[in-house]
């Protein structure tokens, strides 16, 4: 039943009838210290070092902070863990383990005693996007780190806990001679997670935030906020979530958000907030229902709508809150979403019709245009704006805005939006709320934005495709699956964003495989998650993860 | 994205663009204290009861036994989780909260006493198929529940407490007025686990029994081995494991077993083995590479296949083996599995050929029901083979054996199975690996087996279908996800095999939606197993659990 199958000799297809053989173990045996995503430029060598967690430190000899001090006791705590699991299987077979096990190896190369680090400029306070996330990483018995920020330390400093392994009894942790020149592709690699359809628990936001430096993720994408609940505690509006949360504890306080953009910072991460207007927000209108429009069917009012851009306490009420929300926020960017307007409830309202003559419209687009631009000005000159792709689609004049695109997996209307001037972040092929019975990641894999670009199309600038985000709505996750559902398949889009383009994939959407070494990695990848307190799922089939 | 929509006036589409009028809060607002699966005749009154823990009691008027009073402090746990939550809310609003709260209602009786539980027969020791599930009831200040057996009792335990619900402000339990009268409509009501293509461990399963004591299942079919690993830990045999486990603590042994099966009968589950043969056995063959077929492709060996039909050793194993596993399931039944047998290996080994012609064989389904005649003799007298389809589809004569449908979901199959006489598990619209985006428990809840047969089929005895089985098939969950991939969608098949029939479902297969109810007590039902400890995924979008 659904089994996995190895065809060995794929033209005998033609002679005789094939025959399955199924080997036992692992569909895809785990690599041992591939780091995910990719490096841009690695030699790796047969020689190899122990590391004794005792005998081994990480030392500063260039700037430091806050940042890399706490950096540096986290990656303690994950080279202890590893060396647990080791230390349980030691202890199992006390009696048959040999010592000295690696003393006739002859790639063996004795133990590695510590990791020098050094950052050649001040460290920053906040990651931001096209911050610097380069790093060298030399692994011998004393390796070296060096970067230009603290953010290519961060980076670094995971890809060398990633070059850890078990050796094959699971009884020593190793790793091997490496060299690494590393960056990544796209500045903005991001998850979007919505706290509006369920409730996630700030605890395992945290959660995520750990995965997502496992996976070199850079941006939190926040949606806060939409029809279902208001979980936004506002300080200047606290009926907003009083009244519009699933319940009064479930909340997002001031302490709260600070805690996680704090945490987030920590792990150079962005996080990026999106209060999404004027759809999408029938929770606010539970406290507020002035600034919703009232919708109409057959001259009878059926229910409340998006917002009211008539009204001038739509927009007094939006531009206080915006403020508030900037000063939790250490980020230039707001999204202010902007998707999905039920542009015809506007046009079943006698008022708003009547506000449409009066100020010259005459298409209910002409009035979101209208919104937006009232809109977009309350984010203040240090604030730039992120919008969905209607906003775009329905001719909203939108200047410096990015447009984030989720409709459409064709190529023209990224190419319409770049040569506007815009620049653009990719989603569309990367809805995880889409699922299949197993491996979808693979589809994710097969997808790079700047290579659905065909090259007749020479004169859109690519760097302008920023990067992209893999979007978990929350209809059907909670606390409960958003981790095992989120994880690994959003390594993959990771992946695809930082790592070297694949040459082979030029026009190849959906066409090519990813190579084998992807599946391989991909195992090794979720155990290490797993290891490591996410609870990804299986990415490819029959296999198990050696945990503590 | 994604949303999810009321629209009020399904006219209006044809008159004007209708428009989308999304509420706030939850989609589908969950029940208070109703029952999941659905009994079979129920009065609920409007008058109520408040149950505090301190003055409750369990008390028992007719035989008792081990099983009784396991039950009963299971459900003193369960209803004092439930007062947790309530005491929580009251804590917290301390200040606020009047006193005597419900004083003035009229439908308020004031506090149940106690359950009066009365069995009327001993206990039995062991659940087993047509197992007496029949419990009667009444719900007042002092409760009854009789049976005739002890399983009823605890079907009714577990009624008892899903009436129970939080008031509105989550500060009281209160439980209504009732009278029920329920048993099952099939007698078969499983889950298969695969602990094979992924390793799941012991706490786990248990998990899992607790669930589906939650959703009154009585079989847990555990599909132990597979061509992946070896689990299961033999006294006989120890390098089956040893050699072909994952990992040689990857195993279940015998006291596992044994706490498995108590926990599952204290619970009134059968545990029923599987160990499929000849196919799907690649695992026994890290081993005892001997009991495998060598196939051929073009004279050249690639591989190991399906066992070795024409070897003695093959059964000598076999017989061996499955003696000392009935050792250790005190369960009637014994799946022998049979499918997906590779027989074109078979065909390309010369040894196997010459031992057809040997034996007057002219096709290698002869040689497939030559072995299951050699293979089921081995259960001896006192056990019961269950199969897959295959092997009453490859014309393997039968006599006696159950046949687990899984392939076809078309009448035609059933109907000629029934007609051959043998009784039927039903599991083919219900694989749980086969995954959509969310609420696909409501393809699950269409099917209902003894509905799919035609009228006109008069002849065929529809009680020949014991029940069904929900397959959660093992290649992409493990311990990370298996808890919210099986759940809440295993509690749709629970429920067909439990309640009443639907009327207008027949013929209906795939045509009518589950009535709104069904939606509204699985979102209750969720979040009851949520807060016993199950991570149930959420079935239908947006909403939210109270839990501690």
Same mark, same amino acid.
């Given at each position: ?267 150079? /991460?962005?996080?990026?907030?999106? $209060? =999404?207007?004027?759809?999408?927000? !029938?929770?606010?209108? *539970?406290?507020?229902? %002035? ?94 704006? /992120?919008?969905?792709?209607?906003? $775009? =689609?329905?001719?909203?004049?939108? !200047?410096?805005?990015? *447009?984030?695109?989720? %409709? ?141």
């Amino acid at each position: 039943m659904l089994r996995h199958v190895i065809i060995f000799n794929a033209l005998s297809v033609i002679l005789v009838a094939s025959i399955i053989i199924v080997e036992p173990g692992p569909k895809y045996p785990p690599t041992k210290g591939e780091v995910w995503p990719k490096p841009q430029q690695q030699i790796k060598r047969d020689t190899y070092y122990k590391l004794r967690p005792l005998a081994f430190n990480f030392t500063v000899s260039g700037e430091t902070c806050h940042i890399l001090k706490s950096a540096i006791n986290r990656y303690y705590n994950v080279i202890r863990g590893l060396h647990r699991i080791a230390w349980n299987h030691i202890k199992k077979h006390l009696k048959h383990t040999p010592k000295h096990t690696n003393v006739t190896d002859v790639n063996f190369q004795g133990s590695i005693k510590e990791l020098q680090i050094k950052i050649r400029s001040p460290c920053e306070e906040h990651p931001q996007m096209d911050m610097d996330e380069v790093y060298n990483l030399n692994v011998s018995a004393v390796s070296t780190l060096s970067s230009d920020s603290i953010w290519g330390a961060l980076r670094g400093m995971e890809t060398f806990v990633q070059l850890l392994y078990l050796s094959d009894d699971y009884k020593a942790v190793f790793i091997n001679a490496t060299d690494i020149v590393d960056y990544p592709r796209y500045p903005h690699r991001g998850l979007l997670i919505d706290t509006s359809r369920h409730y996630i628990s700030v605890s395992n936001i945290l959660k995520t935030l750990d995965a997502m430096e496992m996976n070199k993720m850079n941006v939190l994408h926040w949606h806060i906020v939409d029809d279902q609940s208001f979980p936004y505690q506002s300080e200047k509006f606290p009926q907003l979530s009083a009244q519009g949360a699933y319940t009064p504890s479930m909340i997002y306080t001031k302490n709260n958000i600070n805690h996680i953009v704090n945490y987030a910072r920590d792990r150079g /991460i962005r996080v990026l907030p999106e $209060f =999404d207007v004027p759809g999408h927000t !029938r929770s606010w209108g *539970v406290a507020y229902p %002035k600034i919703l429009t009232k919708c109409y069917q057959l001259d009878e009012l059926i229910g409340l709508g998006p917002m009211d851009p008539s009204k001038n306490i739509t927009y007094k009420l939006i531009g206080e809150l915006f403020q508030e929300i900037q000063q939790l926020f250490p980020e230039k960017y707001f999204h202010v979403g902007g998707d999905e307007v039920e542009l015809s409830c506007w046009e079943s309202n006698p008022e708003i019709l009547m506000f449409m003559r009066d100020n010259n419209m005459t298409k209910t687009s002409d009035l979101h245009a209208y919104f937006m631009n009232k809109i977009i000005p309350l984010l203040g000159e240090n604030s730039k704006p /992120i919008v969905w792709q209607e906003v $775009f =689609d329905e001719g909203v004049p939108l !200047r410096d805005a990015i *447009v984030q695109v989720w %409709k459409s997996e064709d190529y023209n209307t990224l190419v319409q939006i770049l040569k506007a001037g815009h620049k653009l972040i990719y989603s569309a092929s990367w809805y995880l709320d889409h699922l299949q019975s197993g491996g979808d990641w693979i589809d994710y894999y097969k997808v790079d934005p700047r290579q659905m670009i065909p090259s007749f199309h020479a004169k859109v600038n690519l760097d302008d495709i920023v990067g992209g985000e893999a979007c978990m709505w929350g209809e059907v996750v909670d606390d409960r699956n958003i981790q095992s559902r989120v994880w690994p398949r959003t390594s993959a889009v990771a992946e695809k964003l930082w790592s070297p383009e694949l040459q082979h994939h030029r026009y190849g959407y959906y066409s090519y495989n990813p190579p084998q070494d992807v599946f391989h990695r991909l195992e090794e990848h979720s155990c290490r998650m797993n290891r490591r307190g996410v609870y990804a799922q299986p990415p490819n089939g029959p296999g198990f993860c050696v945990t503590e």
